[in-house]
């Protein structure tokens, strides 16, 4: 389940990187690739339909309030940066291998953005 979790939350970053970079894009093309993306996740198990429904809800939910964000430059092309914090005190950190198994699987997830996007 934490494994989920953890997917979830890459994924939701690497959408919401790709949001920013199409803010001024087609809302709806942008709610069909996450729509796309959410269908794949629930076909190989790793999510159910609703939370895929959900998950895509927040997503444009928070698409839609990216542009009228005036904390931040919407301008820039580097991607948000984003603080995990724990609610319980007692968390032990992964092992380092299993870091760098993450790390490969968001860089992954940026490249499958990126190539979704040039096409």
Known sequence: M????QKALYLGVG?????AEKAGGNL?????????????LVARGEMT???ARRYVDDLMREA????NSNSEDTTSREPRRIEIVS???EEESPPPSQVDDLRQQVSA???????????
């Open 28 to 40: 709806q093309e942008l709610k069909a690739q996450a729509q796309k993306i959410a269908d794949d």
């Open 64 to 67: 839609q309030s990216i542009p």
């Open 15 to 19: 959408i919401a990187s790709y949001a």
């Open 109 to 119: 997830l940026q490249e499958e953005l990126r190539r979704l996007g040039r096409q």
């Open 49 to 51: 339909t609703d939370e």
């Open 87 to 89: 609610d319980t005190e």
């Open 2 to 5: 934490r494994d989920l979790v």
